[in-house]
């Protein structure tokens, strides 16, 4: 079970793990997009981390957590990640309104609504060489561990080897969609930012979860 | 670099304000940001919205007036306005008839207007869209389809002036459809911009170098080679458009839209390659636009965009319009 203090450390992991790495971001970026999605997504995440006092004073509703963070996404990214990460929160934040603690089961369930949010609006799915090549992966890993009965330490940790598999996956084909599919055969051998993007976040995931032992 | 700029981060904001200022008897800036309206709100015709990255100008806001867009909704530099901004637009200028959300087919601006479309339609406001994709450089096999260029000034102006017909929302989209099926664009790039916030080059591009079918934002093109005359350029430019739409015995406007660091007078040259090749074509010209229409900062180039006239949409086409920009 976690609370809002494990969903602000978590928010906290993820945003530091992107600002770390968004000089890497731009350059994956660079090779098959248009070079700038670290910047955005570390704009994104220092805006994150000046919410978490405000977040944290706030009645701690998980999904209004979520929703917030949804809306940051729309309004602070910007280009084609902005919505389709904003999607996913906000999808992920519907079966969480009115929750003060989540469990495995919301965790996972969470996890498949932003997906399927973000599906919806790329009108996309595996294989295109984008974020679901981590997403669709890691959340079919976490159900399957969730449906064995393991903790959520546990179930995060698959869903971020899952992922990075996913972040793998992409190099070897090439991008259906997004700007990256003018260049067609040549993102070839390139690893999508969008899906290194999301393991970084499940990465966190895990790592706040063991740190904070939470079951 | 040199620019006339102040802060740089305040840059799109400026931009909006000095074009408000302007013609404030035809645009109105909402407070705290650079979305803009028409001073006349209609009342029961179709609202148009566009956006755009900011350094296009004078598009989107050029565009903004009677005739032609009730809102048009800057992003940042070379960015898609956000979902949040372009509600606001859209909350503003809609009305019973409905609001028609025109779309430069890059998938940041697909992706921000479907998620403002989809919260449009959680607030009851009937919304549709239509998607410019005119690129001839891009494959229309993709995907994602082709790339949006400035052929969508066309799009606007003819959905515009349906719209003020007082024609429902999908007789106005279907008429920009229509308009949209028969109009085709290729650019030319020769010189880079210059990006504001770091100074750097947009792309690079060899001192005698030109690329035919670059993207407004250094997408690659079809062909690098070195600079060629006005007329060889023109020559390989519209081959690529006649080589994928058959134009031949249409009658056509031509938009020649200047990028931004082209000089008019090279416009000009321009316009007669471009009236001497189409008329051995057989292709009948009926009006030409020429000038900075939608710009990428100054970056040095052209686009020719070709769209097909039937009787309907040549009387669109003449029909009143007066923004900042286009007046008749």
């Known amino acids: 079970m976690t609370g809002k203090e494990f969903m602000l450390a978590a928010l906290e992991a993820i945003s530091h ?22 910047t955005n997504m570390a ?71 932003g997906t399927m949010g973000v599906s919806l609006i790329g009108r996309s799915t595996e294989g295109e060489k984008t974020m679901l090549d981590a997403l669709f992966p890691a959340v079919r890993a976490m159900q399957e561990k969730l449906e064995e009965g393991l903790s959520l330490p ?12 996913g972040v793998e996956f992409t190099k070897t084909i090439s991008a259906n969609k997004g700007r990256a599919a003018y260049i067609g055969q040549r993102s070839i051998g390139h690893q999508d930012p969008g899906a290194t993007t999301v393991m ?16 | 670099m040199k620019k006339f700029i102040n802060e740089p981060g305040n840059l799109e904001m400026e931009t909006a304000r000095g074009m408000a200022l302007a013609k404030p008897h035809i645009l109105r800036q909402l407070p705290g940001c650079n979305v803009m309206v028409r001073q006349n709100k209609k009342t029961d015709r179709v609202a148009l919205v566009f956006g755009c990255g900011s350094g296009h100008e004078p598009a989107p806001n050029g565009y903004v007036g009677y005739g032609m867009l009730d809102a048009g909704i800057p992003g940042k530099l070379f960015s ?6 372009l509600l606001k637009g859209i909350k503003e200028v809609q009305n019973d008839a409905g609001v028609l959300c025109i779309i430069v087919n890059y998938t940041g601006d697909v992706l921000n207007f479907r998620m403002a479309m989809e919260m449009a339609q959680t607030e009851g406001i009937a919304v549709e869209s239509v998607i410019i994709a005119d690129d001839v450089a891009t494959q229309k096999t993709k995907s994602v389809g082709r790339r949006g260029l400035a052929g969508v000034l066309l799009v606007m102006k003819i ?47 060899g001192e005698t ?76 010209i009926y009006d030409t636009m020429i000038g900075n229409f ?14 097909r006239l039937d009787p309907h949409l040549k009387a669109l086409y003449d029909a009143a319009a007066v923004t900042s920009i286009i007046r008749r």
């Open chain 1, 43 to 113: 704009r994104f995440s220092r805006i994150i981390l000046s919410d978490l006092p405000e977040l944290s004073a706030g009645n701690g509703d998980l999904g209004e957590i979520l929703h917030h963070i949804g809306m940051r996404c729309i309004t602070e990214i910007g280009g084609a990640a902005g919505p389709l990460f904003g999607k996913f929160f906000l999808q992920a934040s519907i079966s969480n309104i009115g929750n003060t603690s989540m469990d495995a089961a919301n965790w996972v369930l969470a996890f498949d609504d």
């Open chain 1, 17 to 38: 793990s992107i600002i770390e790495h968004e000089e890497h971001l731009n350059h994956l970026d660079n090779a098959i997009g248009d070079g700038d999605h670290g």
């Open chain 2, 159 to 205: 959905a515009g002036a349906e719209a003020e017909m007082g024609s429902d929302l999908y007789r106005v989209k279907e008429v920009a459809e229509w308009a949209a099926s028969g109009l085709r664009t290729i650019g030319v790039a020769c010189r880079p911009c210059i990006i504001p916030s770091d100074g750097e080059p947009s792309f690079e591009l």
């Open chain 1, 154 to 165: 546990e179930i995060f940790l698959a869903g971020a080897t899952a992922a990075e598999n």
């Open chain 2, 80 to 85: 898609s306005p956000t979902p949040d901004m």
């Open chain 2, 294 to 307: 939608m710009t990428s900062l100054e970056m040095g180039g052209f686009s020719i965009s070709l769209m």
């Open chain 1, 200 to 215: 970084l976040m499940l990465q966190a995931l895990h790592k706040t979860a063991i740190e904070m032992n939470v079951k």
């Open chain 2, 209 to 284: 170098e030109m690329e035919i079918g670059m993207g407004l934002h250094g997408e690659p093109g079809v062909l690098r080679c070195d600079m060629m005359s006005a007329k060889d350029t023109v020559h390989q430019m519209l081959d690529l458009i006649l080589l994928d739409c058959n134009y031949e015995n249409s009658e056509v406007v031509v938009l020649i839209n200047g990028l931004g660091g082209t000089p008019p007078m090279e416009l000009y040259v321009i316009n007669e390659c471009i009236h001497e090749y189409l008329s051995e074509q057989g292709i009948k």
